[in-house]
C-alpha cells in the first residue's frame, strides 16, 4: 500500500519560500504541499504559485497562497502534518511564536537548511549575506564585482528573488543589463534598488527571478510585455560571459547556491542582532569573511560588541572593517533648510533601523530641522507607519507596486519642505514627480585598515586557479 503523502505548508514572503518548493518540495512524491502563506511584504498574498511552476505533473492546479493570519485555519482545514518556516529577518522570539501557533494547531515546524536547498553551479560561486536588512549587502556586492572586473573577470550576479508581479511565470527568470530592462521588466521601487545600481555602471548583468535552477542554468519564462513563453540562458550561460557568479543575497538570508566563498555582513548600529535573528545568525556562523560596515557611524563599544559576538560564533572568519561613504550631489540644498528624508523601505520597516544615509548626510550638511511626514501620508504609506510605528520622522521609499508608488508621490507632494533628500540607491524622481528640490545621497563600501575585500579576492582567485580575460581599465 503506497504510503500517505504528507500535507505541507510553506510560511513566507514569495522568496525562500518559493525557493524551498522548487529545490525540494517540487517533484517530492512523499509530499503534499497544500498552501503557502504569504507575511512582511503586501499584496503578495491571495494569488496562486501556477502549474508550471509547481509542476504539473503533482500540482496540476498550481498552489494558492494565503495571508499567515489564516495558518492556524489552514493546518486544521487541509489536515496539515509539516510547516515549513521560509522568510528572514525575524527575532527567535518570532520565529518561535510561528513555531508554538504551528504546533498547538497540531503539526510540526520545520526550518529547512543549506543541504536541501542549495543548488550547485559550475562556475565558481561568491556568496554575499548579511545578519540583518540594511548591513550593506549590495555595497559591498558592488566593491567586490568591482575588484573582479577591474582584474579581468566577467561577474553575473545573482539577487535574492523579489517577484511582486501578480503572474509569476513573468519573473522565472529575469535579466537586467541596463536601465531599460527594469521598465521591460516592470519593476517595482523595491526591485529597482536593488537592481539599478549593477546596471548603470555597466561592469556586470544581474538575473533574478523565481527559479534559481532556471536562472543559474537557463529555462523557460514568460516575456513580461507580449506574455509569450521564451527561453532564456541563464547566469552561467550569459550572453556577455561568466567566469563568477555573484550571489547577492536578500534581507539577512543564507545563499541559494553552494557557495565557495561565503562573505557576512555586520551592522554596529544594531549590535547584538547577528545572534538573535533568523536566519543572519546562520550567515555570521557560515561566513569565511565578516565585513563589520558603518565603523564610522557606530561606537567603539558596539563595534566591540559585534566584533566579540562574531569572534564567539565564528572564530576562523576574517573580519574586515569597513564604513559607508556618502556622497551628496547637492549638499547646498541641505544647509538650514527643512528636509523630508526618504530612505530605503525595507531598511526602515522590517529592517527595524532608525537612520539610514540620507539622515547621515542631512546632519552632516546642517539640514535645520526633519520634516516628519507622518501627517501627510496617504493611502498604503499610512497603512505602513501604522504596522511600522517605530520608523518615525523618515519617510520608507515603499514601493511595491503602481498603488503604493503613486501614494509615495502624493506623501512627498503632501509634505512642507524646502527639499527632499533621496537616500535610497536609485534615481527615484525617474519613476514618480517630486515637486521639492531633490537632494541625491549615494554610499559606497570603504575597507578600514586590513586585510581588505581586495587580499581575500586575490586568494580566492589563486586557490581556483581562474584566468581573466582582459584587464578593464
Same mark, same amino acid.
Given at each position: 500500500?503506497?504510503?500517505? &503523502?504528507?500535507?505541507?505548508?510553506?510560511?513566507?514572503?514569495?522568496?525562500?519560500?518559493?525557493?524551498?518548493?522548487?529545490? +525540494?518540495? /517540487?517533484?517530492? *512524491?512523499?509530499?503534499?504541499?497544500?498552501?503557502?502563506?504569504?507575511?512582511?511584504?503586501?499584496?503578495?498574498?491571495? /494569488?496562486?504559485?501556477?502549474?508550471?511552476?509547481?509542476?504539473?505533473?503533482?500540482?496540476?492546479?498550481?498552489?494558492?497562497?494565503?495571508?499567515? #493570519? *489564516?495558518?492556524?485555519?489552514?493546518?486544521?482545514?487541509?489536515?496539515? @502534518?509539516?510547516?515549513?518556516?521560509?522568510?528572514?529577518?525575524?527575532?527567535?522570539?518570532?520565529?518561535?511564536?510561528?513555531? #508554538?501557533?504551528?504546533?498547538?494547531?497540531?503539526?510540526?515546524?520545520?526550518?529547512? %537548511?543549506?543541504? @536541501?536547498? !542549495?543548488? $550547485?553551479?559550475?562556475?565558481?560561486?561568491?556568496?554575499?549575506?548579511?545578519?540583518?536588512?540594511? =548591513?550593506?549587502?549590495?555595497?559591498?556586492?558592488?566593491?567586490?564585482?568591482?575588484?573582479?572586473?577591474?582584474?579581468?573577470?566577467?561577474?553575473?550576479?545573482?539577487?535574492?528573488?523579489?517577484?511582486?508581479?501578480?503572474?509569476?511565470?513573468?519573473?522565472?527568470?529575469? &535579466?537586467?543589463? =541596463?536601465?531599460?530592462?527594469? $521598465?521591460?521588466?516592470?519593476?517595482?521601487?523595491?526591485?529597482?534598488?536593488?537592481?539599478?545600481?549593477?546596471?548603470?555602471?555597466?561592469?556586470?548583468?544581474?538575473?533574478?527571478?523565481?527559479?534559481?535552477?532556471?536562472?543559474?542554468?537557463?529555462?523557460?519564462?514568460?516575456?513580461?510585455?507580449?506574455?509569450?513563453?521564451?527561453? !532564456?540562458?541563464?547566469?552561467?550561460?550569459?550572453?556577455?560571459?561568466?567566469?563568477?557568479?555573484?550571489?547577492?543575497? %536578500?534581507?539577512?538570508?543564507?545563499?541559494?547556491?553552494?557557495?565557495?566563498?561565503?562573505?557576512?555582513?555586520?551592522?554596529?548600529?544594531?549590535?547584538?542582532?547577528?545572534?538573535?535573528?533568523?536566519? %543572519?545568525?546562520?550567515? #555570521?556562523?557560515?561566513?569565511?569573511?565578516?565585513?563589520?560596515?558603518?565603523?564610522?557611524?557606530?561606537?567603539?563599544?558596539?563595534?566591540?560588541?559585534?566584533?566579540?559576538?562574531?569572534?564567539?560564533?565564528?572564530?576562523?572568519?576574517?573580519?574586515?572593517?569597513?564604513?559607508?561613504?556618502?556622497?551628496?550631489?547637492?549638499?547646498?540644498?541641505? *544647509?538650514?533648510?527643512?528636509?523630508?528624508?526618504?530612505?530605503?523601505?525595507?531598511?526602515?520597516?522590517?529592517?527595524?533601523?532608525?537612520?539610514?544615509?540620507?539622515?547621515?548626510?542631512?546632519?552632516?550638511?546642517?539640514?535645520?530641522?526633519?520634516?516628519?511626514?507622518?501627517?501627510?501620508?496617504?493611502?498604503?504609506?499610512?497603512?505602513?507607519?501604522? /504596522?511600522?510605528?517605530?520608523?518615525?520622522?523618515?519617510?520608507?521609499?515603499?514601493?511595491?507596486?503602481?498603488?503604493? !508608488?503613486?501614494?509615495?508621490?502624493?506623501?512627498?507632494?503632501?509634505?512642507? =519642505?524646502?527639499?527632499?533628500?533621496?537616500?535610497?540607491?536609485?534615481?527615484?524622481?525617474? +519613476?514618480?514627480?517630486? *515637486?521639492?528640490?531633490?537632494?541625491?545621497?549615494?554610499?559606497?563600501?570603504?575597507?578600514?585598515?586590513?586585510?581588505?575585500?581586495?587580499?581575500?579576492?586575490?586568494?580566492?582567485?589563486? #586557490?581556483?586557479?581562474?584566468?581573466?580575460? /582582459?584587464?578593464?581599465?
Amino acid at each position: 500500500m503506497p504510503q500517505k &503523502r504528507r500535507n505541507v505548508i510553506i510560511i513566507g514572503a514569495a522568496g525562500r519560500d518559493f525557493h524551498n518548493f522548487n529545490t +525540494f518540495f /517540487r517533484h517530492n *512524491k512523499n509530499y503534499n504541499v497544500v498552501a503557502f502563506t504569504a507575511e512582511q511584504i503586501p499584496g503578495i498574498d491571495d /494569488r496562486f504559485y501556477p502549474k508550471e511552476l509547481a509542476g504539473e505533473d503533482l500540482y496540476p492546479n498550481g498552489i494558492k497562497i494565503y495571508p499567515e #493570519a *489564516k495558518l492556524t485555519e489552514l493546518i486544521k482545514e487541509f489536515d496539515v @502534518d509539516e510547516c515549513v518556516f521560509a522568510y528572514s529577518d525575524k527575532p527567535y522570539a518570532y520565529v518561535m511564536k510561528i513555531s #508554538a501557533i504551528v504546533n498547538a494547531a497540531g503539526a510540526n515546524f520545520w526550518l529547512m %537548511g543549506p543541504k @536541501d536547498t !542549495m543548488v $550547485k553551479s559550475k562556475k565558481p560561486v561568491i556568496a554575499v549575506g548579511a545578519t540583518r536588512t540594511g =548591513c550593506g549587502k549590495s555595497q559591498t556586492s558592488r566593491k567586490i564585482i568591482e575588484y573582479l572586473v577591474g582584474m579581468g573577470f566577467r561577474v553575473v550576479a545573482v539577487r535574492h528573488p523579489m517577484p511582486y508581479d501578480p503572474d509569476l511565470n513573468k519573473q522565472i527568470v529575469q &535579466r537586467f543589463a =541596463c536601465v531599460d530592462d527594469l $521598465k521591460y521588466q516592470n519593476c517595482t521601487i523595491e526591485e529597482m534598488e536593488e537592481y539599478e545600481p549593477h546596471v548603470v555602471t555597466k561592469r556586470n548583468v544581474i538575473y533574478a527571478g523565481v527559479d534559481y535552477e532556471a536562472i543559474l542554468k537557463g529555462g523557460m519564462t514568460k516575456d513580461p510585455q507580449t506574455g509569450n513563453w521564451v527561453e !532564456m540562458a541563464g547566469a552561467e550561460k550569459d550572453p556577455d560571459g561568466c567566469d563568477i557568479v555573484l550571489w547577492d543575497g %536578500g534581507n539577512n538570508d543564507f545563499p541559494f547556491y553552494v557557495p565557495d566563498l561565503t562573505i557576512g555582513v555586520a551592522d554596529p548600529l544594531r549590535p547584538g542582532a547577528e545572534v538573535s535573528y533568523y536566519p %543572519g545568525e546562520v550567515v #555570521a556562523r557560515m561566513a569565511d569573511v565578516i565585513v563589520i560596515n558603518k565603523i564610522d557611524s557606530a561606537s567603539l563599544e558596539n563595534i566591540n560588541i559585534v566584533r566579540n559576538n562574531l569572534r564567539e560564533i565564528n572564530p576562523n572568519a576574517i573580519q574586515i572593517d569597513a564604513a559607508s561613504i556618502l556622497t551628496v550631489d547637492k549638499p547646498e540644498l541641505l *544647509k538650514g533648510k527643512r528636509v523630508l528624508v526618504v530612505e530605503d523601505g525595507p531598511t526602515l520597516t522590517h529592517g527595524e533601523m532608525k537612520i539610514g544615509a540620507g539622515t547621515v548626510a542631512a546632519q552632516k550638511y546642517g539640514a535645520a530641522e526633519l520634516i516628519d511626514p507622518r501627517p501627510y501620508t496617504v493611502g498604503e504609506l499610512t497603512t505602513t507607519f501604522e /504596522r511600522y510605528p517605530n520608523i518615525g520622522t523618515l519617510l520608507p521609499a515603499m514601493g511595491y507596486g503602481a498603488k503604493q !508608488m503613486k501614494d509615495l508621490e502624493k506623501t512627498i507632494a503632501n509634505t512642507p =519642505c524646502d527639499a527632499v533628500v533621496i537616500g535610497t540607491p536609485i534615481d527615484l524622481p525617474r +519613476f514618480i514627480k517630486i *515637486k521639492q528640490p531633490v537632494v541625491k545621497v549615494g554610499y559606497e563600501l570603504q575597507e578600514i585598515g586590513t586585510p581588505t575585500l581586495k587580499d581575500v579576492l586575490d586568494d580566492f582567485i589563486k #586557490a581556483h586557479n581562474l584566468k581573466p580575460r /582582459r584587464r578593464r581599465k
